[in-house]
């Protein structure tokens, strides 16, 4: 810690507030709020202090601190918030969601307008959802629409008069097809709003119960075209409220969080259901990444506060229902208290009706947990690298080669032949698909002859287990390692479903088949070293197979030549003594030591007569 963060530690207050974390470059990398940000930021620095991982690394990070200290806790939760999504600190939990989801936004103005949007602008405006469904939003839309006649276009009498001359649907087509508003006086219109503007909060049963009233009053003065409309309004809005879930019979408003976490893959997923006058009217979810070391009771308490602290948590219900019980509910339970007027009770239901509700949450985020893993999975499977692109359009491959195989041989002067093949899926190595061999039909050292043995052998068998056979097929050398490969593939009836290249290591050419030039690659092309990394993944496949056969032999000529000596007594003087020259150039006692007198005498008389071996 440099002095100049330790003399701020010093004078930090007892007030609450929030601090602010800096790396050397003077970025912010965490926001935090304190009830006391004395003792909140000094337990950071403790020494005995038992933080996860990713605190350690955050903690020997910084560099400075500023602190903002508020009057109450309710304001540096605010506070935090704001500060959190505009300096985005990496070591702060960022609860996004998984798309732009869909809001109904009510402008500001004399007669503002009611149209649904995917983008919120700090203009004034009010945005009600999001929804989670597009389909929920159009509804919405609708039964405003066949309640209160209200068109998006909020058209006043001067901008009809402006347009007067224009063909009626050039002005406004709703008011063409007699559904604008233009003809509400600008009073009517900010009683419709407020009307409206309720409908959206989820108070469905008020609204019935005015608009029927208002109906009544109009057949009783004879006003039978208005009753009308109301008549056909209430049926709109009954038929849209007997479509949600009746959730309580207590008629109040509640908002439900849960947080569930996929620890195995770093995601968990908060989910907030809407309970309006009893009725379950929406449903909002964010997801969680990189939570390794997170606490879910920390996780939820998060969703909650990101969640009344921005635009999306205006309305503030009678209580909130909680999944599990959180760390410290004083700061946002002082919000929401002051914001709603009283106490909004912070509650986390253990039976009946209400535990039955936050199970249904917590089933709700554990689907969406898995159709996001699901969907990144298949983004994943579906996307193709960079490099296998470049090789395509390179070479004039008919699709991307996401399976490629190369072969290389080995040997050293004909002797102890072998060969590998490894794959490659996605530009990724497999080692569990790598397969070796060892050389039987050629004597000699003959790499053509050994390269249409291995690849006949190869896809001999996978033509006969109908496997499936790869993208493309690379063989380590040029032209006649090449020729050597397509007359194993012609002969097995294979040539031309499968393409196969050579690479020659010496200038780095690409040979082709039925084609005299080879290709050559820009030495930075991502498509070159894809090819160089597989020649040199198999080249090192058959080295180690080279030296492992050799060895084999090495052992057998040298050690279980000697009477008496059986696998087991070559294995364990080669464990103790480390190779075939040590165990010639032991002593009768070390080697008696190690595999008996019988056994030792028999090594030493082998030795004895072969002294230059």
């Known amino acids: 810690m440099n002095e100049a963060l330790e003399t701020k530690l010093g004078q930090l207050p007892l007030a609450p507030g929030v601090y602010l974390y800096k790396d050397a470059k003077g970025d912010v990398i965490y926001v935090g709020k304190a ?12 020494e005995k202090a038992d933080h996860p991982p990713k605190t350690q690394v955050m903690v020997s990070k910084i560099a400075d601190l500023d602190v903002i200290a508020t009057d109450t806790e309710a304001e540096a939760l605010i506070l935090e918030n704001t500060l959190i999504k505009k300096h985005r600190p990496r070591y702060n939990v960022l609860y996004r969601d998984d798309k732009s989801l869909p809001y109904i936004c009510v402008t500001p103005g004399d007669r503002p307008r009611v149209f649904p949007t995917r983008t919120i602008v700090k203009d004034g405006s009010r945005y009600f959802g999001p929804y989670d469904q597009v389909w929920r939003m159009k509804d919405m839309l609708d039964v405003i629409r066949k309640t209160f006649h209200l068109c998006s276009c909020a058209c006043t009498s001067r901008t009809i008069d402006r347009n007067r001359g224009l063909p ?24 419709t709003l407020r009307r409206v503007v309720r409908l959206l909060n989820g108070k469905h049963l008020e609204l019935v119960s005015e608009l029927k009233e208002e109906m009544e009053i109009s057949v009783s003065q004879l006003r039978f075209e208005h009753a009308a409309l109301l008549r056909d309004g209430i049926a709109a809005l009954r038929q849209f409220s007997e ?27 908060g989910v907030l259901l809407r309970v309006r006058e009893g009725k379950l009217t929406g449903r909002y979810h964010k997801y969680v990444t990189d939570i390794e070391g997170q606490e879910p009771a920390d996780l939820l308490q998060g969703f909650v506060e ?30 929401l208290s002051e914001s709603h007027g009283r106490q909004v009770p912070i509650v986390v239901p253990r039976i ?33 690298p960079h490099a296998l692109k470049t090789l395509q359009e390179a070479l004039k491959l008919p699709a991307p080669p996401r399976r490629i195989e190369c072969f290389d041989n080995s040997n050293i002067q004909g002797s102890d032949a072998v060969a590998s093949m490894v794959c490659f899926v996605d530009a990724k190595p497999k080692p569990g698909e790598y397969k070796r061999f060892t050389i039987r039909t050629v004597v000699g050292a003959d790499d053509f002859a050994s390269m249409r043995e291995i690849v006949t052998r190869r896809y001999a068998r996978l033509k006969m287990e109908s496997g499936h056979l790869p993208d493309l097929i690379v063989v380590d050398g040029g032209k006649g390692q090449l020729s050597s490969a397509v007359e194993a593939l012609r002969d097995l009836d294979l040539f031309g479903q499968v393409p196969v290249i050579g690479l020659a290591k010496r200038l780095e050419e690409i040979w082709l088949p039925n084609r005299s030039d080879p290709v050559h690659l820009p030495k930075t092309s991502s498509a070159l070293k894809l090819l160089q990394r597989l020649r040199d993944e198999a080249h090192r496949f058959a080295i180690t197979f080279h030296r492992e056969t050799r060895s084999k032999r090495t052992i057998r000529t040298e050690l279980l030549d000697i009477p008496g000596i059986g696998p087991a007594t070559a294995a364990k003087l080669l464990k103790t003594f480390g190779s075939v020259k040590s165990v010639r150039s032991a002593d009768g006692t070390a080697l008696s030591g190690c595999v008996g007198p019988r056994a030792a005498s028999a090594v030493l008389a082998y030795f004895s007569k072969r002294p230059d071996a």
């Open 35 to 46: 009830k006391r940000l004395r003792l909140r930021v000094r337990s950071y620095f403790q």
């Open 168 to 191: 009626k649907w050039r002005s406004c087509f709703e008011e063409y097809v007699g559904a604008c508003s233009i003809h509400l006086s600008d009073e009517d219109y900010r009683d």
């Open 243 to 269: 479509k949600m879930k009746v959730v309580s019979g207590d008629l109040l408003d509640r908002d439900i969080f849960v947080m569930e976490a996929l620890v195995e893959e770093n995601l968990a997923c």
């Open 306 to 335: 990101d969640y009344y602290t921005s635009d999306l948590g205006a309305l503030i219900p009678d209580e909130v229902h909680l999944g599990m019980d959180i760390a410290d509910d004083g700061p946002i339970h002082l919000y």
């Open 352 to 384: 009946g009706e209400k535990a039955q509700m936050i199970r249904m949450a917590s089933a709700n985020a554990r689907l969406l947990l898995g159709e996001y893993v699901t969907a990144r999975m298949k983004a994943e499977a579906d996307r193709v």
